[in-house]
T-cell receptor, first 112, second 116 residues
């Protein structure tokens, strides 16, 4: 069966520090991968998506970047965090077999 | 660009009763999909139900069903025989079809509380 992991689960970082959040998927190959952000417990906003290694599309101009160094690994990064980067970050994947999108457990980021 | 609107920030229902959550959307696409996701206090996103726009028949999953009105761009979720475990935030979401499938646009959510 397929599983999706995210780490860390919780992170507190000062303004101006770098960020690296990691997402990995097991049990499938060539998934589409997504990064979403949820601010203040409300709706999710798509930040990045990837259809393959090295292929990243940004949906919202911002202080963040994403990379996909391996087929089932998706990384969200920032060189210098802003207060507005605080939120709940969710990674998701989808395959072509059932049309469903599966979400990871999320990372709660607080920028202080 | 697509938009998804959930006009009910909060709803409550008594256990075993029925509740309907509203969702409207705006798109110029003909090929798209609609979803309802549930987010309990654990914050894990759980897919509740999925509807293909080209299907006229409303999707159902056990106690959950939708009323999909394509012309009105409305997609409501009905929860029958509500259970305490249904307490969660519910999100309506839109996905284009084709090569952009999976790029979800979410509504702002409705907090549902089921009372014993």
């Amino acid at each position: 069966s397929q599983t999706i992991h995210q780490w860390p689960a919780t992170l507190v970082q000062p303004v101006g520090s770098p960020l690296s959040l990691e997402c990995t998927v097991e049990g499938t190959s060539n998934p589409n991968l997504y990064w979403y952000r949820q601010a203040a417990g409300r709706g999710l906003q798509l930040l990045f998506y990837s259809v393959g290694i090295g292929q990243i599309s940004s949906e919202v101009p911002q202080n963040l970047s994403a990379s996909r160094p391996q087929d089932r690994q998706f990384i969200l990064s920032s060189k210098k965090l802003l207060l507005s980067d605080s939120g709940f970050y969710l990674c998701a994947w989808s395959g072509s077999f059932d049309g469903r999108e599966y979400f990871g457990p999320g990372t709660r980021l607080t920028v202080t | 660009a697509q938009t998804v609107t959930q006009s009910q920030p909060e709803m409550s229902v008594q256990e075993a009763e029925t509740v309907t959550l509203s969702c409207t959307y705006d798109t110029s696409e003909n090929n798209y999909y609609l979803f309802w996701y549930k987010q309990p206090p654990s914050r894990q996103m759980i897919l509740v139900i999925r509807q293909e726009a080209y299907k006229q028949q409303n999707a159902t999953e056990n106690r959950f069903s939708v009323n999909f009105q394509k012309a009105a761009k409305s997609f409501s979720l009905k929860i029958s025989d509500s259970q305490l475990g249904d307490t969660a935030m519910y999100f309506c979401a839109f996905s284009p079809g084709g090569t952009s499938y999976g790029k979800l646009t979410f509504g702002q959510g409705t907090i549902l509380t089921v009372h014993p």
